[in-house]
């Protein structure tokens, strides 16, 4: 009942980094914006002089158009917390291509813990499946590394337990987070806990799909098994399993972005660019 990445991938533990530090070059996408005004090198708004304002942040332009002496403020350096959730979940790890949705999910969620570093961002992850996995954010590449060698390992009897652990997630959370969730949403209590859990911290769902999860066109009826229960049943080859159009409207209507990843499709571009165009994580600005 178990596997491992890189039986599917042939890829030796150093080029699995390797093949994970380029995706997250590929994702380069700057760093937070703070809420927090301070001695920062970023502009954000001139307000007037107080007596113990240093003068060398006189706004002079502003101060002789408005009579008054007006001070510059910055934007102060802030370090917004960021936790992965990944699904584990033996759906996403059944296949019809190359790449299961699971070897997707890890490559992603390593660049982005990697990209999390280098602007100096601390990350965490939970496990979302069977598997008890959380660790704390941290600064720390080797804590990074190790959570994922242990990731390439997995199971085909593990169940989903996405909305049970974000549901327990939240109330632990004491400060506004980054909470980046990559899943096939499998599990119907999964959208409900993200949008309840998107009405304190900025979360963005990442939802992976493989293309059998379209249906399968000119198969008339077949007899299945699910992947996570071993339930055998019989159902048409067209039949869409998860509406992921439907989805991201829920998830917009509750101020969550959304990104659908095809595991028969390069992604790289589209997440780069749902990244920047969204500001993603450049969360936190005023």
């Not at 706004?59 to 403020?73: C, H, P, Q, S």
């Not at 979360?203 to 799909?209: A, D, E, F, P």
């Not at 077949?222 to 071993?230: C, D, Q, V």
Request: net charge positive; proline share 5%; aromatic share 6%.
């Amino acid at each position: 009942m178990d596997g491992q990445l890189d039986t599917a991938d042939h890829l030796t533990a150093r080029q699995f980094v390797i093949a994970v530090k380029k995706l997250a070059d590929a994702l380069n996408y700057g760093t937070d914006r703070s809420p927090f005004l301070g001695s920062g090198i970023e502009y954000a708004q001139s307000r007037q002089y107080q007596p113990g304002d240093p003068v060398r942040s006189i706004d002079w332009r502003i101060t002789a158009r408005m009579g008054k002496v007006f001070v510059k403020e910055y934007e102060a350096p802030k370090q917004l917390p960021c936790y992965l959730l990944l699904d584990t979940s033996a759906s996403m790890t059944v296949s019809s291509v190359k790449r299961s949705k699971y070897a997707v999910a890890v490559h992603i969620a390593g660049a982005l813990a990697f990209a999390c570093l280098d602007r100096v961002s601390p990350v965490g992850v939970l496990g979302v499946g069977g598997r008890d996995v959380r660790l704390e954010p941290s600064l720390s590449r080797a804590a990074v590394l190790r959570w994922l060698h242990e990731f390439r390992r997995y199971r085909y009897d593990e169940h989903t337990t996405l909305g049970r652990r974000v549901a327990e997630l939240a109330p632990t959370l004491p400060n506004r987070c980054l909470v980046v969730a990559l899943s096939d949403l499998h599990d119907p209590t999964a959208v409900p806990a993200l949008k309840l859990m998107a009405q304190r911290h900025d979360v963005i769902v990442i939802q992976l799909q493989d293309p059998a999860e379209e249906g399968v066109p000119g198969t008339g009826f077949l007899r299945a098994g699910e992947a996570e229960t071993g339930r055998v049943f019989v159902t048409r080859g067209s039949r869409r399993w998860v509406d992921a159009e439907r989805t991201a409207r829920q998830l917009k209507r509750a101020g969550v972005d959304h990104l659908l990843v095809r595991t028969d499709q390069p992604f790289v571009a589209d997440l780069r660019n749902f990244l920047i165009g969204r500001n993603v994580l450049g969360r936190g600005r005023r």
